[in-house]
């Protein structure tokens, strides 16, 4: 399967923008790079997925390498609601249906 | 519309027994997974299952094993439980393509004693 890797930790001011890395140099062409979060005492929930474009929604921006070998989650503006885990997940036909979390990125806001 | 919803939220069992976790899923959606959450581990994929059948399973044994019903609800068993098996279990459901946003429950904590 294609492997992520991700900072184990990351702070960022509030209000501040907030750039999330991601490396996954075996993704594969049919590999899509999903992004969820995880707060604390809660379930995983969805931010954003692309394919090759960047792609924003109200929550997030996903900047995808033009390799693929990297993407970066943007939060444009943290709030202390924005502190949780953050995954980066490639998903795919060859690594189906699953998501393989892996340790993802524990962002800390402070005020 | 109504979220995941997972039963029991929380139970506690002895070493020897067996536990059965449910899932409903939200309205309209086919395929449920199920995922393990333990301090040391992180979140680990169990199964998944679509419309009734398992589609993918990931690296558990064979104690760890779980069905999905016609409605589409799903539950999930761990016989012989060992202390290990202590986690947080979460469900998620989606409509079941590549590109699917998955829903996670709240999960169910299980203490194994």
């Known amino acids: 399967d294609a492997k992520t890797t991700q900072p184990n930790s990351m702070e960022s001011n509030e209000e501040e923008p907030v750039h999330l890395p991601c490396n996954h140099s075996?993704?594969?062409?049919?590999?899509?790079i999903h992004w969820y979060r995880q707060l604390p005492s809660q379930g995983p929930e969805y931010v954003i997925h692309g394919l090759t474009s960047n792609v924003n929604n109200r929550m997030a921006s996903l900047a995808i390498a033009e390799d693929r070998k990297s993407s970066t989650l943007i939060l444009h503006r943290a709030t202390l609601r924005d502190a949780a885990v953050y995954y980066c997940i490639l998903r795919g036909s060859n690594s189906g249906y699953a998501l393989n979390f892996g340790k993802g990125t524990s962002l800390l806001v402070t005020p | 519309k109504a979220g995941v919803t997972q039963t029991p939220r929380y139970l506690i069992k002895t070493r020897g027994q067996q536990v059965t976790l449910s899932c409903s899923p939200i309205?309209?959606?086919?395929?449920v997974s199920w995922y393990q959450q333990t301090p040391g581990q992180g979140l680990q994929f169990l199964f998944e299952?679509?419309?009734?059948?398992?589609?993918n399973k990931g690296n558990f044994p064979g104690r760890f094993s779980g069905r999905q019903f016609s409605n589409s609800r799903s539950e999930m068993n761990v016989s012989t439980l060992e202390l290990g098996d202590s986690a947080l279990y979460l469900c998620?459901?989606?409509?079941?393509?590549?590109?699917?946003?998955?829903?996670f429950g709240e999960g169910s904590r299980l203490t194994v004693l």
């Open positions: 309205s309209g959606h086919r395929s």
């Open positions: 299952y679509f419309s009734e059948t398992q589609r």
């Open positions: 075996t993704i594969s062409g049919t590999d899509y």
């Open positions: 998620a459901s989606s409509l079941g393509d590549i590109t699917g946003e998955l829903f």
